[in-house]
């Protein structure tokens, strides 16, 4: 969805009503405010005019996640360089080697060329499946680069090029625990906007937001896990029912586990003291509708 900056107070301002709607339904809040689901500070309607609220993608809006929440700028600003921009770089990563590897055919990137015992850093072009690559100049030790050429004209001199074998590194990295945790604030957000502050509130998720806002520390471990690439659908939401009540989110390749209300009370000491890190449970329930936009669809359905 691409939003003008009208179209963006405009959500911003529906987003605020909505929530400060809830809050008065649920937390028996008089004023007209709007509580960042993270840091539950509350901010009065000027907030969004100040821009002190802003839209939170879920995933970032960088791979394509949709606004689906207001947080606070501070909130915003802390997992933007950092969690998000780590999820980021990862799916860069990904799609690097989808490219190297002949799974995507569109494609421009940087990787580290090996040839001849020589590393020089590359350009990587991929259009319709072909493979360019062109040494980049300016990030290269000219001397090397003087190196490769030779190389590369004496193949051609002696006309054995054909058979070379070269491996191509990706340049791309990034911080996996970073990004593991903004995989759990994605879910969150997500959560956030299908079930309401009724969820995102609750005293069980409390560690969930303190490991998202001290994303440095480790504050819970255990709520990871690689997605079961059996299963074909690559988003979901599933309430589980076996073999624990929990939420789980599949974002891609990852997939999040979140407390239910009726679950284990701590849910992540007791998956481990109770599943083995290695091998992933099984798991069944049922699947609930993906959000589009801040629906908050239990404080809205629990009786005022
Ligand atoms: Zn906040």
Known sequence: MLLTAMNKTELKRQYFEKGAAALKRVASIDQNCYC????????????????????????PEKIGGQPLALTCKDCNSISGYSIDAAVVSRENLFDEVKAITGQKINHEGRASLKMGGESINVGIEVHDGSIFIKPLK?????????????YMMNLSDEGRGDGETFTITPLASYHKKFSKIGDLKSAFIICFALFGYTYVLHKR????????????SNVIDRYWLVSNQKIEKKYFICLLEKPISAIAVRID????????????????QYLDGNFEYDNPFTFYGHFLKWPEKLEMGIDFFKSA
């Open 138 to 150: 300016k990030i290269n030790d000219p001397k090397k680069l003087e190196a490769y050429r030779a």
């Open 253 to 268: 390749k990852t997939t999040i586990l979140l407390p239910w209300f009726d679950g284990p009370e701590n849910l992540y």
């Open 205 to 216: 998720l409390s560690p969930v937001r303190e490991q998202i806002l001290n994303y440095e």
């Open 36 to 59: 960042c689901p993270l840091c539950e500070r509350l901010f009065p309607p000027q907030a969004i005019e100040a821009g002190d609220l802003t839209l939170e993608h879920a995933p």
